[in-house]
């Protein structure tokens, strides 16, 4: 699958949540209601797990609050590294990074939770890099 980018720079083809995955393996939705819980102190209903990804149209997205969604597309952006006011309030407050993920949680993260439920919203290193290849 190629890489699906969300405005604020999460990988929804990473997510298990994504429609494809979930499709795939619908077995994950409880450990990723388990997984968000742990590590974002979050928890979803298995049964309510399901995203199309924030640049569908036709359906309902699975953070319904997300501030970034509605300004990058009244913004006309393909990401929020591309935004003049780039790192704004909306993005500050849902940017995610493995050091300070780690950090907060106090002792070592597991590689394969890493990758299950860190790694798909690690969005502050990947837009800084595109922020980088725009200059």
Partial sequence: ??????????????CLAYRPNVTAQPENRQLLSDGWHQYFG??????EILC??????????LDKTCPV???AIARELEHCALCEDYICEKLEGILVDFESMQQKYG???PQADRQR????YENAHRLADLRRQKQ
């Fill in 69 to 71: 969604r509605p300004c």
């Fill in 107 to 109: 002792q070592p993260i």
């Fill in 117 to 120: 439920f860190i790694f798909p």
């Fill in 1 to 14: 699958m190629e890489p699906i980018l969300s405005f604020c720079g999460m990988r929804c083809d990473l």
């Fill in 52 to 61: 199309e990804g924030c640049r569908a149209t036709e359906s309902a997205t």
């Fill in 42 to 47: 979050f928890r979803i209903p298995p049964e």
